[in-house]
């Protein structure tokens, strides 16, 4: 023994994934999700998101590129590797004239390594309606069925296209809770899409930015909220320029600027000799906005 | 496969079991009309037993928009099945429903037979000759879905060679058409067809690019 923790797979791996649709190309997209790790994946609608989870999930194939799931490679003819693998999506192609109870009997007759018990325990937290049949369910109600479906055999990777889109705040934060429990031992991995931009304060450790097919920033949350600043400062005269600066307002000598370089601004305006300077911290939430708002061609960090 | 497969016959039984409901009502009310105006001599003792197969058919057309209306391939896939295994279940799923109405058919038959009286085999060929005829219809559902699916996925040429396949199978169904003086050969023919065409429809499944849809 060398007392060497012994090398995990990435519980994803992307290499220059690619995807052609008549006028939009997904990628090359190469990305690492690491066991431990809940990455949130955001983009304004159409920016991939989907794409991209289908593809880790195998339901589309890529052009070019491919897709690791803890090592294994995502091909529908070798399809053991979705045994590692929950993927709560759009659809779910339940047997709509069917019970909740019935599909989940169905999903765990195919799913080797189901647990009964720990698809009850989900249902009765999540407070599914068991006997009801699906096509009567509301869409927050089929959400909690896919998640328990998904969750039922125990995979270690979780692919949630808008988990939450649907879900009323009370189950909304169980969901989160759930997928938070679920990373607590560092073998699990939640990639996952939203719309829902203050579920990334309460989930995500890592944030990708997705934006008409690229993926132009991979960044931890904590260095997101610690580099991004709104500052406020009065400065005579009328040169002001700033280096990472994505906004900027400004009546006469008062200025507001949201920075995504907070130390490198704050010593310019010291140079610059700026009064009365104001720094506020931004929202993980708030920050995403800007991101995705004004697509600023941010620097890729990491992948 | 087979607990998929088993599942959606289960799922769709309701739909079979009211299709061989509304034949077998359709085939006592030819019998019973025919016998009232011809005595029991005038009953076409094969006529109820191609009802129930035209049931199958149709409940197997039911079947295959109901699945892809529920994308029913994205909880199979949920599961490690491989291509060919989902491509399996959508063609047995017709194959099996027609295979019922054939049985509700031969039950049929024997009934009238009973009631009229008398039995032919030439009744129980030109049964087959039905299922086979109408076997290959219920089989064209799955090869126009993938025909178009692969032209929705931009595979062209794969598209094209379904919708080929298709013209082939009408020309070849047509050419057996005209052997009607030999049922049991035609219905073999007719089986022959239907095998030829789970081929390219396995094909272009295994050649799928996006099973989302």
Redesign the interface.
């Known amino acids: 023994m060398n007392g060497q923790e012994p090398k995990t797979n990435p519980a994803a791996l992307l290499s220059g994934l690619t995807k052609r649709f008549p006028g939009f190309q997904l990628g090359p997209i190469d990305l690492a999700l690491e066991p431990g790790t809940v990455l949130a994946l955001v983009g304004p609608n159409g920016a991939g998101k989907t794409t991209t989870l289908n593809c880790i999930a195998g339901l589309t194939l890529p052009d070019a590129g491919g897709t690791e799931v803890f090592g294994a490679e995502v091909h529908p003819a070798r399809p053991e590797y979705r045994l590692d693998v929950g993927y709560v999506g759009e659809e779910s192609g339940f047997f709509e004239g069917w019970s909740a109870r019935r599909n989940l009997d169905f999903v765990a007759s195919l799913m080797p390594g189901w647990s009964h018990d720990r698809a009850r325990r989900l249902a009765e937290r999540f407070a599914l309606p068991l006997d009801k049949p699906v096509s009567g369910l509301s869409r927050g109600n089929q959400t909690k069925l896919a998640l328990v479906a998904a969750l039922g055999h125990g995979p270690r990777l979780l692919l949630l296209d808008e988990p939450t889109a649907g879900l009323d705040p009370v189950v909304r934060a169980e969901v989160l809770d759930v997928l938070w429990e679920i990373t607590e031992d560092g073998k699990h991995a939640v990639l996952y899409s939203t719309h829902v931009l203050s579920d990334i304060n309460r989930l995500a450790d890592e944030l990708a930015f997705l934006r008409d097919g690229q993926l132009v920033l991979r960044t931890g949350r904590d260095e997101l909220s610690e580099a991004w600043r709104r500052i406020s400062f009065r400065l005579q005269g009328d040169e002001c320029d700033l280096d990472g600066i994505v906004e900027h307002r400004r009546v006469r000598t008062e200025h507001q600027v949201i920075t995504r370089d907070a130390a490198a601004t704050e010593r310019q305006l010291a140079e610059l000799g700026a009064e009365s300077v104001e720094v506020s911290r931004m929202s993980v939430d708030e920050i995403a906005v800007q991101i995705l708002k004004e697509g600023h061609d941010v620097e890729r960090t990491a992948s | 496969m087979w607990?998929?497969l088993r599942?959606e016959l289960i799922?769709f039984r309701g739909y079979m079991f009211g299709g061989l409901g509304i034949a077998t009502g359709v085939s006592g009310l030819l019998v019973a009309l025919t016998w009232f105006k011809r005595g029991a001599d005038g009953i076409p003792t094969f006529l109820p037993g191609m009802f129930p197969i035209i049931a199958g058919m149709v409940v197997s057309f039911i079947a295959l928009a109901l699945r892809s209306e529920?994308?029913?391939?994205?909880?199979?896939?949920?599961?490690?099945?491989?291509?060919r295994q989902l491509a399996g279940v959508m063609i047995l799923l017709p194959v099996c429903l027609v295979a019922w109405g054939v049985l509700g058919g031969a039950l049929l038959l024997g009934l009238t037979s009973l009631l009229a009286g008398q039995f032919e085999l030439g009744d129980l060929t030109m049964v087959a000759r039905f299922a086979g005829q109408f076997l290959v219809y219920a089989l064209m559902g799955p090869l126009v879905q993938e025909a178009v699916a692969a032209r929705r996925q931009?595979r062209s040429r794969a598209g094209l060679a379904g919708w080929a396949n298709l013209v082939a199978v009408l020309l070849l169904l047509t050419s057996v058409y005209w052997l009607d003086g030999r049922p049991g050969l035609n219905a073999g023919l007719q089986l022959l067809v239907a095998a030829f065409m789970v081929v390219p429809t396995l094909v272009l499944y295994q050649g799928?690019?996006?099973?989302?849809r």
Do not use: Q, V
Request: glycine letters at 4%; hydrophobic letters at 40%.
């Open positions: 607990n998929a599942a799922y529920e994308r029913r391939a994205r909880l199979l896939l949920a599961a490690p099945m491989t291509p931009g799928r690019t996006d099973f989302t």
